[in-house]
């Protein structure tokens, strides 16, 4: 007498779909989990809403800085990993006024007006791309009056 298993086999290709089925969800969790890792809304736990710019004389490393910091200069983002890549990054003053246009849009000792810098543009969602930063809460009024400021001020390094 000859036993016969209890379980029947299910075919190859059932088994083959389920497996892909599988795989597919799993690449989908481990890159929204990456994305959400290395894109972080920010580094301190802080956020950018504590960032309250002044009506003149901004300072840089006061305020302009700790907000890139808070709000865009992390990994993934425009952070330092970015600058090779991109040719700009906003995790220092010297890769943020790296490239012409971006935040500063004219040469320096020229009359900028803040209106045209990509980085202005950019915060406040206009030339019909994403607003930035991406997924992220809108920096406030005064933020973006603050970084128009800077730029008037000849966006100094203080």
Not at 130 to 147: D, K
């Amino acid at each position: 007498m000859v036993l016969q298993p209890a379980v029947e086999k299910l075919p190859a290709k059932s088994g083959t779909r389920n497996r892909a089925r599988h795989f597919l969800t799993a690449s989908a969790i481990i890159l929204i989990v990456w994305v959400c890792w290395n894109c972080k809304d920010d580094i301190s736990g802080q956020g950018t809403t504590g960032i309250v710019f002044p009506d003149s004389n901004i300072s840089y490393g006061k305020y302009v800085q700790p907000l890139f910091d808070r709000g865009c200069a992390f990994s993934g983002c425009h952070g330092a990993d970015t600058f090779d890549e991109r040719g700009y990054s906003l995790d220092s003053y010297q890769h943020a006024l790296s490239r012409v246009g971006i935040i500063v849009p004219c040469f320096r000792n020229e009359a900028c007006n803040p209106e045209n810098s990509l980085l202005i543009r950019r915060v406040e969602g206009l030339d019909g791309v994403p607003r930035m930063p991406l997924y992220r809460p809108a920096l406030s009024a005064n933020q973006i009056n603050g970084l128009k400021q800077w730029i008037r001020e000849g966006a100094q390094n203080n």
